[in-house]
């Protein structure tokens, strides 16, 4: 009761073993919502509001997913299971911008960038096949590919096996956008090991961070 969700204009459920550096640690985060009557309460006013965007990774991609029910637009959204490779993946991954309708990725479709992977438990499991289908047809916002920028479900491409590549997803106003892999951990260009000369200060993952600030100031 310190604080309320309505004060706010976005939402970041951080990754990083956020609530704990534990297995399942997403869905514990989520249940400490859920069985809450007055924060679920603002959570689901909160993912209601058409002025409000939320921003799910890694461990905060998983907790959001476990709150699908509450978020308009996000029924057909995955649980993350333990990855194929059964271990816990630290990688550099190659990833592609799908066509979505996402507010953070605007003017990004296409791009194919380098992104950190950093988790045990990333693996996409729809609950139907009909989920599946309509995710990827829908909703799929950010997508694995191998160094042919081709949709890869293959291993170490695909550092967690999700079906169809998919590495991150937005629900259908595209308010909310989750993913597993970290675009805060490679947003400036002495993040990476190596960059094209012409990036400057920023890698190309600080325009979701821009687009953020652009759409609060935009839906005003």
């Known amino acids: ?7 706010f204009r976005g939402l970041v459920a951080c990754g990083g073993f956020s609530y704990g550096d534990v297995l399942g640690a997403g869905e514990g985060w989520a249940k400490s919502i859920l069985y809450h009557e007055s924060v679920r309460t603002q959570f689901v006013e909160f993912f209601a509001r058409e002025d409000a965007f939320v921003l799910g990774v890694c461990n905060g ?3 959001l997913a476990a709150l699908k029910d509450l978020i308009p637009g996000a029924a057909h959204w995955p649980r ?9 993946e630290a990688r550099f991954s190659l990833v592609r911008i799908e066509p979505s309708p996402s507010v953070l990725l605007t003017d990004m479709v296409g791009s194919r960038l380098p992104i950190v992977t950093s988790h045990g ?6 609950p139907s096949e009909d989920g599946l289908q309509r995710s990827d047809r829908e909703l799929a916002s950010v997508r694995y590919v191998d160094n042919r920028g081709d949709v890869t479900d293959r291993y170490p491409a695909n550092p967690n096996g999700s079906p169809r590549g998919i590495a991150g997803l937005t629900n ?3 308010r909310v956008t ?3 892999p970290h675009p805060e951990r490679v947003f400036r260009t002495v993040q990476h090991s190596w960059h094209p000369a012409g990036w400057g200060e920023n890698s190309p993952w600080q325009k979701l961070f821009t ?4 759409w ?4 005003s």
Do not use: P
């Not at 009761?1 to 004060?7: H, K, N, Q, V």
């Open 216 to 219: 609060v100031d935009t839906s």
């Open 1 to 7: 009761g310190r604080t309320s969700l309505a004060e």
């Open 121 to 126: 438990e990333g693996c996409a499991e729809f």
């Open 178 to 180: 989750i993913m597993m």
């Open 172 to 174: 259908e106003d595209g």
């Open 211 to 214: 687009n953020a600030r652009d």
């Open 80 to 88: 993350f299971v333990r990855n194929r490779s059964d271990q816990y």
């Open 61 to 63: 991609c998983q907790m």
